[in-house]
């Protein structure tokens, strides 16, 4: 851990230094905090939200951004988060389901999901969510 720290704090020094951009993919949601400005959430190759870093963290739009950050460990005895459990198996992206790829497992996910991809959506604050719910938000049973 800590030459993974290292690294991470030699790059965000260059960062500075030099003004660099880095584009930087990982799954360890406390790196991602660490480290970036703004952050994409991507499920199965498509994008399903974006916003600066303090917003998605603190206001998830997407359901699977929020599974996500509800599953991601913590040292907090009381999280501010609603955990979300996800059922089903993730589908194949070679066979990808009609309408919205999260739907089969989306705890929300209703008729409109099956028959329309969404798009990102501009919802404010710099985030962009692609969920209907954005269009509905009454559906969203939190």
Known sequence: MSIQAQILN??????????LSYLFISHDLSV?????????VMYLGFMVE????????ATPRHP???????????IKPKRDIE??????EVPSALDLPSG?????RCPF???RCALERP????????????????????????
Request: net charge negative.
């Open 100 to 104: 919205c790829c999260f739907r089969t």
């Open 32 to 40: 991602v905090q660490h480290i970036a400005d703004t952050v994409g």
């Open 109 to 111: 996910a209703w008729e």
């Open 64 to 74: 699977y951004t929020r599974a996500l950050l509800s599953a991601a460990p913590s």
């Open 119 to 142: 798009t990102l959506k501009d919802v404010g604050g710099g985030q962009s969510v692609a969920c209907h719910l954005v269009d509905e938000p009454d559906r969203d049973r939190r």
């Open 83 to 88: 955990e979300i459990t996800l059922s089903g």
């Open 50 to 57: 974006t916003a600066p870093r303090d917003v998605l963290f």
């Open 10 to 19: 030699l790059m965000m020094d260059l960062r500075d230094e030099f003004g």
